[in-house]
């Protein structure tokens, strides 16, 4: 993906075979930019784990909205 279609908020799936070991994860976008620590730029995503991992555009791909799980059902009140 490109970094300027890229945006917090967004389901993305990383890469497979990413050499960061959390290849075809998916998470949501935190933050997209450059990032002081690691002076690395790319986007901070939250995977579910127990840390947050920053990886490059180029890695990642839009992922589908999470579907609800079984048994629940959206409806409006």
Do not use: N
Request: aromatic share 6%; with cysteine.
């Amino acid at each position: 993906m490109k970094l300027t279609d890229i945006k917090p908020g967004m389901r993305v799936r990383i890469a497979a075979k990413h050499p960061s070991g959390y290849g075809g994860r998916t998470g949501s976008v935190l933050a997209v930019g450059t990032f002081e620590p690691l002076d690395q730029c790319g986007v901070l995503l939250d995977i579910g784990e127990a840390l947050l991992t920053v990886i490059e555009p180029e890695a990642l791909e839009e992922a589908p909205e999470e579907p609800l799980p079984p048994g629940w059902e959206e409806f409006e009140i």
